[in-house]
């Protein structure tokens, strides 16, 4: 292979990678008004934080140039929280999906 393909591969999972980083920002600010939320428990709190910590410290489980497992513990944080909201409102199942969690109430976007 040469220098182009390589730059066209390295190009392509930069750009793969700003768009995950992108939602996955996205999803941390609309996450923070849930980490206001005296319902929601400390622990699901923290385990968002540490999280947050992971992602930006340099120490690394996996040292990758993608952040893969950065991006992994973030997500897994976010929908402990989601999960959490989703169990203190009324009438909803248990095994209903995190994402489709509707707005606190007394929380406007």
Do not use: C, Q
């Amino acid at each position: 292979m040469d220098g182009t393909v390589w730059l066209t591969v390295a190009a392509v999972v930069a750009v793969g990678l700003a768009i995950a980083a992108a939602v996955l920002l996205v999803r941390v600010f609309k996450a923070r008004r849930l980490l206001l939320d005296a319902g929601i428990p400390v622990r699901d709190k923290a385990l968002f934080w540490v999280a947050v910590l992971y992602t930006v410290s340099p120490v690394d489980l996996v040292p990758d140039p993608v952040y893969l497992d950065d991006i992994g513990v973030l997500l897994l944080a976010l929908r402990s929280l989601h999960a959490a909201a989703a169990s203190r409102l009324p009438g909803n199942p248990p095994g209903k999906e995190a994402d489709s969690v509707p707005d606190l109430p007394g929380r406007g976007r």
